[in-house]
């Protein structure tokens, strides 16, 4: 074994000696090439061992720059590499109306992966910052981009995609790690294990400290996270809510038709007959029929007749749940109304019995940022911004536990989406993802679902409007499922909530952002330590 080491030693080293003597411009376009690397180990690709070239490429650029610019430099190039290959799907929905918004398309994805990427530039000039070996810096590196992803999560009102953590939904097993220390603190062990490998290529052991065993450890607590997933899920409750049975509706009608006024009536016919349709397989049929986000695209609450419609579709005694713009009354008569992003739920007799307006809006899709100064429309139909409600938020509707509303993206955000005051028992999804086609962003999307799922121990309910529709357990264990880009309908029982509460759901980011904080520091400590250590020995 310690033949091999060597060996393992001995050709990582070389390969760091060739990246070190790269030039400015080829250094960086291999760090954008790294971070694209990366992005293969995403959904709905899922070749994780691609993490370790990317990080521990990443690692060595940034250790070995000859100055913090530099450091600075590849790290964004890195992050702009993998914000572009990540989120290039957020292009598409500018070809929905092609004509008035398809210039904005390079700028959409690499102003955004650059603007994005400056937070993998800061991870980069922290590592460069810290002396000692690579397996300090690994440290660093680890801590400080499990940290980064916390503050991408918030910072101007964030967006938490693709945090690394999120590769093991490849996995039921792998992802109830998430249930512990939430996806940041997988992204934590992930992106350790993934750069320590890079230190492998450092010499001999400092203070004690082998860069194998750093990788051993770093490798060892996947397994354990894994196995330990394995565990959990062998003891798993497979409980369902007593009478109640959701059906979902998945029209698959595309964006760009969705809108169209002449298009209003079959689109809304088609969605009818889906949650009117037989059972299949002689199932019982559905107590609640649940539609998409704005499935009605106008404002149903003023529409007598097609809410008496929809309410003749609904089961006895249940509901209809879906997506609707929703007028709210201004609060002076020289006031114009203003527009929300409503889930509304509709009884057999089309009378609405709630409403919940979406919290957390998408920057220039339903509001203009910095409107005053930027010459923009937002993407979407409309005139004019859509308006926030108070989120997030838990309501009681018949026949049914108690459910806290999402819709859109609402759902990508960790420990945002239940109120921790009045904890609901499951958690209600309602999207659009019609602008993206079929792009990775929908699969994406799927697993951010899950992973709320397993963090908040509470099942999850998707409804797309073009899929990916599903019934996912408190464990992340997807139930039923639409594909992407199917039109159809599911029915399936509503899991119960986890009795037991975990790690995560009671203390939220707290334990990551501790954890990820406790590495960082020892990883400075560990640092300084030994370039004191280098030093003594230098000076005697």
Known sequence: ????????????????????????????????????????????????????????????????????????????????????????????????????????????????????????????????????????????????????????????????WNPVGSVWAVSDAAIQGASVAGVFGQSLLTVLAAASVAAVADDAPRLGIAPRWLSGLAFLGLIVMWGWGDNRLAGASDATTPDVRLRLVQPNISQADK??????????????????????????????????????????????????????????????????????????????????????????HGVVTATFDKFHLVPFGEYVPFSDWLPLDKITQGQGAFT???????????????????????????????????????????????????????HQHFVSARLRAVEEGLPTVRVAFTGISGIIDGYGRVLKRLSLGEKGFVDGDLPQALERLGLYARFGNALPVGLSVVVLMFGFGLGFRQRKSNFHADFH
Request: with cysteine.
């Open 1 to 160: 074994m310690g033949g091999l080491h060597v060996a393992i030693a001995t050709k990582l080293a070389a390969v760091r000696v060739r990246m070190r003597d790269l030039g400015v411009w080829q250094a960086r376009l291999l760090a954008f090439g790294l971070g694209v690397l990366a992005v293969f180990a995403m959904p709905p690709t899922y070749q994780i061992y691609l993490l370790i070239p990317a990080f521990s490429g990443l690692l060595w650029l940034s250790a070995d720059a000859s100055s913090r610019w530099r450091a600075f430099a590849v790290g964004w190039w890195f992050g702009a590499g993998f914000f572009a290959a990540g989120l290039y799907w957020i292009s598409f929905a500018l070809l929905v109306d092609a004509d008035k918004f398809a210039w904005l398309i390079p700028f959409a994805i690499f102003g955004f992966a650059f603007g994005i990427g400056l937070f993998c530039a800061v991870a980069a000039l922290v590592v460069r910052m810290v002396p000692g070996s690579l397996t300090a810096r690994a440290l660093v590196l680890a801590g400080v981009w499990a940290l980064l992803e916390w503050v991408r999560a918030w910072l101007f009102t964030g967006l938490p």
């Open 388 to 442: 926030p409600g108070p989120g997030p938020a838990t309501l009681k509707l018949k026949g049914l536990p108690p459910v806290s509303p999402l819709i859109c993206y609402e759902i990508i955000f960790p420990h945002e989406v239940a109120d921790s005051q009045d904890r609901p028992q499951w958690l209600l999804n309602l999207t659009n993802d019609a602008w993206y086609g079929k792009t990775a962003g929908p």
């Open 259 to 348: 809108w169209k006024l002449a298009l209003r009536e079959p689109n809304m016919m088609a969605q009818i007959e889906l949650g009117l349709a037989p059972p299949l397989n002689g199932e019982r049929p559905p107590t609640h029929v649940i539609w998409a986000e704005t499935s009605a695209p106008f404002f149903l609450e003023n529409h007598t007749a097609w809410r008496r419609l929809v309410g003749s579709a609904t089961p006895p005694g249940g509901l209809t749940i879906l997506g609707a713009p929703r007028a709210i009354q201004a609060s002076a008569p020289n006031q114009p109304f203003k527009v929300a992003n409503s889930m509304m739920a509709l009884d057999e």
